[in-house]
């Protein structure tokens, strides 16, 4: 009986881009956060993080793709998030109402 090889499977992608995190620098201290499934597939979530700009248009900060929207996937994606803007005092605005 062969052996099964195990194939190396894509888990999580984060994405934040210099020129979004300098711009949010002189943004308002406010991010929205977001998720919504990626129809593909493999399926997959799209979790966002939008600021405000100085002309009150949307500011994409960062983004992700993950393998599921759960507590441990949104905790990994707020930690890259403050770890690369490196603000504490922000405000985060979700449309998540689950206890």
Same mark, same amino acid.
């Given at each position: 009986?062969?052996? $099964?090889? +195990?194939?190396? $499977?894509?888990? $999580?992608?984060?994405?934040?881009?210099? !020129?979004?995190? !300098?711009?949010? $620098?002189?943004?308002?201290?406010?991010?929205?956060?977001?998720?919504?499934?990626?129809?593909?597939?493999?399926?997959?979530? @799209?979790?966002? !993080? %939008?600021?405000? #700009?100085?002309?009150?248009?949307?500011?994409? +900060?960062?983004? !992700? +793709?993950? &393998?599921? &929207?759960?507590? #441990?996937?949104?905790?990994?994606?707020?930690?890259? @998030?403050?770890? #690369?803007?490196?603000?504490?005092? +922000?405000?985060? %605005?979700? #449309?998540?109402?689950?206890?």
């Amino acid at each position: 009986m062969p052996s $099964r090889t +195990i194939l190396p $499977r894509f888990k $999580r992608l984060y994405v934040c881009l210099a !020129a979004c995190k !300098a711009s949010f $620098r002189v943004c308002r201290p406010i991010v929205g956060l977001d998720g919504c499934f990626l129809k593909g597939y493999y399926g997959s979530q @799209l979790l966002t !993080a %939008i600021g405000r #700009d100085p002309n009150d248009q949307m500011l994409p +900060i960062a983004y !992700a +793709i993950v &393998e599921v &929207e759960n507590k #441990d996937s949104w905790s990994w994606f707020l930690t890259n @998030l403050t770890n #690369d803007i490196g603000m504490c005092d +922000i405000t985060y %605005i979700s #449309d998540q109402q689950k206890v």
